[in-house]
């Protein structure tokens, strides 16, 4: 096939998948994978897994979060070190991890859980909860749907509670939203696709109060992005008993979206019923649990890609801001912005100007998504952004 007809297919099938969304047909596809008993293979930007090796060369990939200014470099040299002994499974390497993480984060080392990213982990509890609690989950809307879409494959309903006026998630709407058939609630703190966090302070109340009758899944994927991470983070409900779980992903600051790196936070209890659900780290390569020991503990690393990312950051925004256009102020490493021309048809002509970003519609309003990206690649997007909407 040559790769004018991939791309081709890539963007038809792009297309159709974020018209589908944009139509709010999300119930539809959802009503398929129930009758295949298969996940979605399906992402909002409309990127199909199997048929990502089409994707066309882009000059700016800004569509999945990526952070291009790692891994860091001690992460890079611990892959090499670790290549001559990995002919062996790498249970050291992976006890080592799970032993730095208790001790930072003041828990012992049964209430952590490994998985080959994120994802994994959000799986393995949108698995269990779906399988084995019956009830539904409660949401706001937008958010990120990776839990909620595989809890859904196996029966288990969402209720979504829409965002409050500045674009963050709701947590009185949330409580009040809590009924006796509700098996847990989902988080995404910082929000994607908004970039948006929660009070620290009322996130905290919310987690005592609720959390003591409906367990809360909290996911922090970008949590090291904002001004106060420790702050921020509710493992501390965790270390004073709660029945709180906090995902969190190395994709992201720490630039590891290809070598698959996360772990789960939660009372030892709640650990070993969702490790039913998960590899417990044994689909971590031994290069990747090394690189991870390395870039976990090279704060200078977290340093630069969080000063870098914020600079990226500032030139997006005050680009928009010289173009007369709004957006959303974003701890996290993407921005969400409103765009006054059709969704798809933007999607379809940033791409065609090799500019990867990815589209909603929330309320009848088309967003833009951009993920920050070198100087260089944010400067490829704006470009492309003012001959498109000029
Ligand atoms: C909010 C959120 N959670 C989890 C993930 C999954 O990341 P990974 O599986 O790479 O850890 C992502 C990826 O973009 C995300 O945005």
């Known amino acids: 096939m040559s790769s004018s007809i991939n791309r081709r297919n890539w963007l038809k099938s792009g297309m159709l998948l974020s018209a589908g969304l944009a139509a709010g047909n999300w119930s539809d ?4 994978s129930r ?12 990127l199909l897994e199997h048929e990502a090796p089409d994707i066309p060369p882009m000059k700016a990939r800004l569509l999945a979060n990526e952070n291009p200014f790692g891994p860091s470099d001690k992460a890079k040299q611990a892959i090499k070190d670790a290549i001559d002994t990995s002919f062996r499974y790498g249970w050291e390497g992976k006890r ?3 032993n730095l993480i208790a001790e930072k984060e003041g828990v012992t080392p049964d209430h952590i859980l490994l998985g080959a990213g994120s994802t994994e982990l959000l799986n393995a509890a949108s698995w269990y909860f779906a399988l084995e609690t019956e009830g539904k989950i409660i949401s706001g809307d937008l958010t990120y749907d990776s839990l909620i879409r595989t809890a859904a494959v196996h029966g288990a309903g ?4 829409p965002l409050t006026s500045d674009f963050k998630l709701d947590l009185k709407g949330m409580a009040n939203g ?23 302070k009322e996130l905290e109340e919310f987690c005592m109060r609720v959390s003591t009758k409906t367990p809360i899944f909290i996911d922090e994927a970008y949590i090291d992005f904002t001004d106060n991470p420790e702050e921020k983070s509710m493992i501390k409900c965790i270390r004073k008993g709660y029945d709180v779980m906090v995902a969190r992903t190395f994709s992201k600051l720490h630039a590891f979206a290809g070598l698959r790196i996360g772990y789960l936070v939660a009372l030892p209890a709640t650990i070993s019923k969702i490790k039913e659900y998960a590899s417990g780290g044994g689909t971590i390569s031994a290069t990747s649990s090394a690189a991870a020991v390395a870039s976990y503990q090279d704060t200078d690393y977290h340093k630069y890609a969080y000063d870098m990312n914020n600079k990226s950051k500032d030139y997006l925004y005050k680009t ?12 996290t490493s993407f921005v969400l912005f409103p765009i006054a021309v059709d969704a798809q048809t933007f999607r379809k002509q940033m791409f065609e100007k090799g500019v990867g970003i990815q589209t909603r519609n929330y309320k009848d309003q088309d967003y833009c998504r951009v993920s920050i990206g070198t100087l260089d690649e944010m400067k490829v997007f704006t470009k492309a952004l003012k001959e498109i909407v000029a």
């Open 29 to 32: 596809v959802l009503a398929e």
């Open 35 to 46: 009758k295949t008993k298969k996940i979605p293979q399906m992402l909002p930007s409309g």
């Open 96 to 98: 080592e991890f799970v």
């Open 158 to 161: 969402c209720d979504r509670v």
């Open 178 to 200: 809590i009924h006796n058939g509700t098996s847990m609630v989902y988080i995404c703190n910082p929000n994607n696709p908004t970039g948006t966090t929660v009070d620290s």
């Open 320 to 331: 928009l801001e010289g173009m007369g256009m709004e957006y959303i102020p974003s701890e």
